[in-house]
């Protein structure tokens, strides 16, 4: 079902043979390069993000959202095109909840009829790819164009994918790192 306001068949699968993709993965080798040199999880996550709203044309904003164990979700880290690390980013819960149970992403190109939030923070188009780890969610890469008049295309859906899978990586190599702790105390 499409939400309020969300229209143009926003949730779909990933098809890892389209050119878009192709063209998505190819241009992580710069990213690759960065995170080689990175030493700690909070710094390549915010790699990650500064990465995205660089070469993602319609993200003013990108944020890793995690879900709480009472189900709500938050912002664990964000990041703004403008200024850099954001620690109070107020995100669309409404494009979260859009986003399909199944393994489907949502590109939202233009959004018909916007929420209270969407209009008070200007967003007008959105992407939402979750973050898994050996299929158990790990939570979101969000991104949405805060009045920045660009929308997101086929070609930012490709390239958020992969940086949604760069990003699982960082929090479950982080989670493991964590969990060895754990248990060499």
Do not use: C
């Amino acid at each position: 079902p499409v939400l309020r306001g969300l229209t143009e068949q926003p949730s779909r699968l990933i098809d890892r043979g389209h050119a878009g993709a192709i063209k998505g993965y190819g241009r992580l080798e710069e990213l690759f390069e960065r995170l080689h040199r990175i030493r700690d999880a909070e710094e390549g996550l915010e790699t990650v993000l500064s990465f995205a709203v660089s070469k993602v044309s319609g993200a003013m904003v990108a944020a890793l959202l995690e879900t709480k164990p009472d189900g709500a979700v938050g912002v664990r880290l964000a990041w703004h095109r403008q200024s850099g690390r954001s620690f109070d980013l107020r995100f669309s819960s409404g494009l979260v909840q859009a986003l399909p149970p199944d393994r489907a992403v949502l590109l939202v190109p233009r959004i018909a009829d916007p929420s209270k939030s969407q209009v008070e923070q200007r967003i007008s188009s959105g992407l939402v790819v979750p973050l898994r780890s050996q299929d158990k969610p790990l939570g979101f890469l969000y991104m949405d164009n805060r009045g920045a008049g660009e929308v997101f295309t086929e070609e930012d859906l490709y390239l958020a994918h992969a940086l949604a899978s760069v990003a699982a990586l960082q929090v479950a190599l982080e989670r493991y790192g964590f969990l060895a702790r754990v248990e060499q105390n």
